[in-house]
């Protein structure tokens, strides 16, 4: 699926740690760019202000 | 119409499930694990996927969570280092007295008491802590006297608190033995042990917790995808719902009392410790009711629990404490 059945056992499992945190970072970041952009909207919505 | 391989209402109940699961985890510092491993398996997945997918997910989500808490200054990283090592060693201990009963024809039985009675122990300490009028007292207590002990090299936390750092590496020692021997991550014995027994505020607690978890994690996924079993795109579509919802988790830390933490966290342990026992007696008695029944606490519980989080974070935003919905997340 993500072309890494045919790495070695090895390097597979480092492929799959690498894309899992590399998934990771990326939605880390892309939510903290929403967060910063429509987060304090949203608590003031939620806070009834 | 298929998404990596998955169609699109199973993507929805990954997203969804990584939502709840990851606002559990922002909050708790812990549930990873020991709700991903038998979702999975109730989808039909291989245990040794499960496991290896349900590892994968909760290094993600742990790396997510981490960053977070780090932002919001609760991660201490003298405390995480000296834990890990000190687990490290634990685990390996723990896994040796695993092969031992297992040669003695006993691990089964022995290691699900274990399990069901620390999660129920635990689970019953900290509701009773949440409960009490006092605050202060039991917790306290431990926490002081575990404080007053000056055995070198003494370090000092977030927090101001200044523990020996035998005393610390003796803790991770022995909660490693307990994770090897279980056969779990540790975040329900870490998170306590740190609030409890160290005198650690409990955001500090959680942060460091799951920092930890991120380590042991990694090596977990490691270990497991050796052998191809780690199903990428289930860890991939899981992550999209959990990174959002380790957000929220982190975000209502800031917002809710510790003593309302303590509640929820008591009653996510003991309807973990009611489901893993009653999936035991339904697997030994060929019983399918209590199978069922497992299934739905772990479920149920995960549902109602993250539903709590988040309206317990809105009230302290509303400021409103009085509130028909608001006064049932006061523990």
Redesign the interface.
Known sequence: MFGLENLSGFAQAVATVGVVLAEAFALYLAYGLLSNTVGATVIDALGGD | MAI??LSLTMVAVFVGFGLLIGTLFGFFGMGGSFLVTPALLVMGYPSTVAVGSGL?FV???S??GA??HHDHGQVDYKLAAIMTVAMTIGIEAGKSVVFFLEATGMADLIINVAYVGLLAAVGLLTLRDAWSDDDTETSSDLADRVQSVHIPPMVTLRGGVRVSGTIIFAVGLVIGVLSGFLGVGGGFLLMPAMMYGLGVPAAIAVGTDILQITISG?FG???Y????S?A??V??FL??GS??GA?VGAGATNLVDEDEIKGYFAAMLLAGSLAVASNKLGTVYGIDLLNTLSTVLIFGAALLVSGAVVLAA?CR??NDRTGTWCRLTTS
């Open positions: 990596l391989g994968a290094f993600g989500t790396v997510i960053l977070r990694a996924a490691f270990t995808a050796q052998s191809g780690v990428l795109p860890v991939a992550l999209v990174a959002l957000r809105v935003l509303r």
